[in-house]
């Protein structure tokens, strides 16, 4: 590098950050999405203390120079046993009670959705990573027959009714019948898996002819990550990513834009029948004051509101149609 400042020697970690923008190529290395070899380091992930027991290797997170699908490399490698840990009791955080009701409605919501955009009658409806069975409990009260399936089991009460079926397993060793389901849900699932192509595959087996996979995930290519990169920036964390965070709460290993949505949807055989870019109005309320996620979004909350209108917002929901 050109040094424009004879006497002033260069920190060798400013060297290191501009060679993680180049174009990289390795045979070892392809996009977990669409096989491609071509890739950019985007930084180093964020660790919390939670996760240190479970760091093995020089982790860094890359991206698709293809499809722009965000992922770890090497590949994470955790036992089942490893991820109960880490998805165990302490997942979900201490919920204000505004976002306690907030989920609910949003569960709500998210049926909606997928309902108009369907045009025939959904019976047979799978969560994928049902987590607490807030859609369980709002699809069996469509009369949908309802079944969940999660590594980890932290239903709430009223999702542990009769009528609502639940399995303690992964998918893909679950064996469901081809076929069978009208709608599959995956809310806040797919970047939480280190092969989320052989899980759209295994959905596209066990749906109906035409049957529909909701997915929702976050968009990477948000306004807010773009002003994380610029606080990264300006406070010495040059070197870290501001892309997905596979060892900090939720432990995102994959992440998503429109584009490796689009990608994703075309190598399992689906069609993109609609997509939704959003996010929580106000999401400091999900927070106590005590929190600094609290400030933090409160601080950030012109930046959410620009995001409306650049359409960069947080999330994306997609409804995938088996063809
Ligand atoms: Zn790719």
């Given at each position: 590098m050109l040094n424009l400042f004879p006497g002033f020697k260069l920190k060798s970690n400013t060297r290191n950050f501009n060679l993680m923008y180049e174009q990289l190529k390795d045979n070892n290395i392809s996009c977990p999405v669409c096989n491609s070899k071509a890739f950019k380091k985007t930084g180093k992930p964020e660790i919390e203390d939670k996760s240190l027991g479970f760091i093995r290797h020089n982790y860094f997170v890359a991206e698709c120079s293809?499809?722009?699908?965000?992922f770890v490399?090497?590949?994470?490698?955790?036992?089942?046993?490893?991820?109960?840990?880490?998805?165990?009791?302490?997942?979900?955080?201490?919920?204000?009670?505004?976002?306690?009701?907030?989920?609910?409605v949003d569960a709500k919501k998210r049926l909606d959705w997928i309902k108009?955009?369907?045009?025939?009658?959904?019976?047979?409806?799978?969560d994928v990573g049902c987590g607490e069975g807030l859609a369980l409990v709002e699809a069996d009260s469509r009369g949908w027959s309802a079944e969940g399936i999660d590594i980890t089991d932290n239903r709430?009460?009223?999702?542990?009714?009769?009528?609502?079926?639940?399995?303690?397993?992964?998918?893909?060793?679950?064996?469901?019948p081809g076929e069978y389901f009208d709608c599959a849900y995956m809310d806040s699932v797919l970047e939480h898996l280190?092969?989320?192509?052989?899980?759209?595959?295994?959905?596209?087996?066990?749906?109906?002819?035409?049957?529909?996979?909701?997915?929702?995930?976050?968009?990477?290519?948000?306004l807010f990550n773009i002003v994380k990169r610029i606080l990264y920036n300006l406070t010495g964390k040059k070197n870290i990513s501001s892309k997905i965070k596979p060892f900090m709460l939720p432990y995102h290993v994959g992440g998503f834009n429109k584009k490796s949505i689009i990608k994703i949807a075309q190598v399992t055989n689906f069609e993109v029948a609609a997509t939704h870019n959003f996010a929580s109005r106000f999401e400091f309320r999900k927070y106590k004051?005590?929190?600094?996620?609290?400030?933090?979004?409160?601080?950030?909350?012109?930046?959410?509101?620009?995001?409306?209108?650049?359409?960069?917002?947080?999330?994306?929901?997609?409804?995938?149609?088996?063809?």
């Open positions: 293809a499809c722009n699908y965000y490399y090497p590949p994470i490698d955790f036992s089942i046993q490893e991820w109960n840990k880490l998805y165990g009791d302490s997942y979900f955080p201490q919920m204000t009670a505004w976002h306690k009701k907030q989920r609910v108009s955009n369907c045009n025939f009658e959904i019976k047979n409806f799978l709430i009460e009223p999702a542990k009714k009769d009528g609502i079926k639940f399995i303690n397993a992964d998918l893909i060793s679950s064996r469901f280190t092969d989320p192509v052989a899980y759209l595959i295994e959905l596209n087996r066990i749906l109906k002819r035409n049957g529909v996979v909701y997915i929702g995930v976050p968009n990477e290519d948000s004051p005590s929190a600094k996620g609290f400030w933090l979004h409160l601080f950030l909350l012109p930046v959410d509101l620009l995001a409306i209108i650049l359409r960069r917002e947080a999330y994306y929901e997609a409804l995938l149609k088996k063809q």
